[in-house]
């Protein structure tokens, strides 16, 4: 493996290669994130999530206020149903969507962390190799 010889005895000193793997979380935790962050890569699914943190809204309102059609409406209110971001409440004839406290939890967590960095000075441009 080719690396740079300062980094190379760090990792050494570090027990090598298999230290760092034994430091990744099991395979199915990285699974569940990788598609808890698949779920907040869409615009959609974040827009419903920052629009349920204010109040609980029925499917009409939140398609006048996105401006999509029912369908693709539904399909992102079922995933984020099945990461059990927001769950649905019928009351009558509407189904009522709330937010989780995961989901309350997530876009607070998501509310910080992009303050946090809008509040960092812009990024120097790097020739650095990665």
């Not at 935790?29 to 999530?49: A, N």
């Not at 969507?97 to 962390?113: C, D, K, N, S």
């Amino acid at each position: 493996m080719a690396v740079p010889d300062d980094l190379r005895q760090v990792i050494e000193d570090q027990g090598g290669t298999e230290a760092l793997r034994a430091l990744l979380p099991d395979p199915e935790r990285i699974r569940t994130d990788s598609r808890l962050f698949h779920t907040l890569s869409d615009p959609i699914r974040l827009s419903i999530l920052f629009l349920l943190q204010s109040q609980p809204l029925c499917v009409s309102v939140i398609k006048e206020v996105l401006r999509v059609p029912d369908s693709k409406l539904s399909y992102h209110l079922s995933v984020l149903q099945s990461m059990r971001l927001i769950r649905g409440e019928r009351q009558a004839n509407w189904i009522v969507y709330h937010e989780t406290p995961l989901g309350l939890r997530i876009v607070a967590q998501v509310e910080e962390l992009t303050r946090t960095e809008r509040e960092l000075p812009p990024p120097e441009a790097s020739s650095a190799e990665g």
